[in-house]
């Protein structure tokens, strides 16, 4: 169990890391009201412990990296300790390319918890696809 999070750890990290170029802002094509919304529904997806519906968000080709049981396994290791969810803190939106040249949306979701604010990184492709997730 403590391999497959570590492994889960290690490619959202990887996922994060592809995608964190040099941001700056949205990229054209990226609404600003529709990037919030597609993070606060992912966020929203992890509070409610629907890892499948987190895992259905993901783009096909990231689905193929990584199982659904090592994102919650991951997730639930922060989650555990912070309580329950209280409100979002503060959303920033920046944009990045991929190594293919690929645009995206980056958002970073600072949110409280009882016990602690937990940051989500979250990017989303063209079509609002979920294609990096990261917590912290």
Do not use: H, W
Not at 9 to 15: D, G, H, K, T, V
Not at 73 to 86: C, M, Q
Not at 91 to 105: N, P, V
Request: charged residues 25%; proline residues 1%; aromatic residues 8%.
């Amino acid at each position: 169990m403590k391999k497959g999070m570590l492994r889960a750890c290690a490619l959202l990290s990887l996922l994060a890391l592809l995608l964190s170029g040099c941001g700056s802002k949205l990229p054209e094509g990226f609404a600003q009201a529709d990037v919030e919304a597609a993070a606060k529904q992912t966020v929203a997806l992890v509070n409610a412990g629907d890892y499948d519906g987190l895992f259905a968000s993901l783009r096909g080709d990231v689905q193929e990296l990584i199982k659904k049981e090592d994102i919650e396994t991951a997730f639930r290791s922060v989650l555990d300790k912070a309580g329950a969810f209280v409100d979002y803190k503060k959303i920033t939106l920046a944009g990045t390319k991929g190594a293919s040249g690929e645009e995206y949306a980056v958002a970073a979701v600072a949110c409280t918890y009882e016990n602690a604010t937990v940051t989500y990184t979250l990017s989303y492709d063209a079509d609002y696809a979920l294609v990096g997730l990261y917590i912290k």
